[in-house]
């Protein structure tokens, strides 16, 4: 069974850190296109950052140069390095893997989210 789990969300200080991983199961996660979303209350969901297969990365621009996402391949997991948290980062984090199938295209794979908190 294909599975995403993230973990490592909490309430930090504005200026704080937090390091978000993605877990997978079920699948590789270094031969796919991995992406972490937010939603925040009255919010639609949104990219944050996406790595590529092949290692393009996106960011969206309200994280470009304080959040980091990498890979983990020895753990299977893509991880998200969020520095200098602000208090509009506050937000459900959601990790998203999309999955090429030859028989039904592509779907995507989402995790339950966890709550990142940055208090002001």
């Known amino acids: 069974e294909v599975k995403v789990v993230e973990s490592g969300g909490g309430l930090v200080q504005a200026g704080g850190s937090l390091r978000l991983s993605c877990t997978g199961s079920g699948f590789t996660l270094d031969d796919y296109t991995i992406g972490w979303f937010r939603q925040a209350p009255g919010k639609e969901r949104e990219l944050v950052a996406r790595i590529t297969s092949g290692g393009p990365i996106d960011y969206a621009d309200s994280v470009k140069g304080r959040f980091t996402i990498s890979r983990d391949s020895s753990k299977n997991t893509v991880d998200l390095q969020m520095n200098s948290l602000k208090f509009e980062d506050t937000a459900v984090y959601y990790c998203?893997?999309?999955?090429?199938?030859?028989?039904?295209?592509?779907?995507?794979?989402w995790g339950q989210g966890t709550q990142v908190t940055v208090a002001s």
């Open positions: 998203q893997a999309n999955i090429y199938y030859w028989s039904t295209g592509s779907i995507d794979y």
